[in-house]
């Protein structure tokens, strides 16, 4: 009762495996198409010179990144110079006009002093004796030895 199982068919050594070779059909439609638009084209081969034209190329395309590089460094120096000048210009152009406004801020002071002072009559009586006026009361006596103008008696005070 024991069966046998069925033989199973010789199987060919692999030498003879023939691979299957590539048939290009058309459509089953009555298009006109040629067979050598269906069939696929290797890729070309690159060869030797083909190569080598491409590796003459690359010293001329280093040469021109290296040319832009260097106008780009060229470029940002000079724009840093011209930062690094307009910040000295603008330091000395703003320190020179702060000193100047310094200077008008006292130029006003000294005038609201002068137009405070010019209706106080002690003022105008010191004012008047440093120019060498005297009082209608008063006499007049001439040293020797006396400041040779009336300026000197008096320290000259700046309106502006």
Known sequence: M?????PTPPTPAPEQVEP???VPTLPDDDSTALETDTIPVPPRRRTLASRWRSVQRLPVTLMLASLLAGLGIVQL???LGLIAYRTTTWTQETNATQSRVRG???DVKVLQDAAR???DPS???QLARCQGFVGAKETVVVSPTAAGT???NCTARRLP
């Open 20 to 22: 299957e070779q590539f």
């Open 123 to 125: 003022y105008l009586e």
């Open 77 to 79: 120096s000079f724009q």
């Open 104 to 106: 008008l801020e006292s």
């Open 150 to 152: 009336y300026s000197d």
């Open 117 to 119: 002072s010019a209706s």
């Open 2 to 6: 024991d069966a046998a199982p069925p």
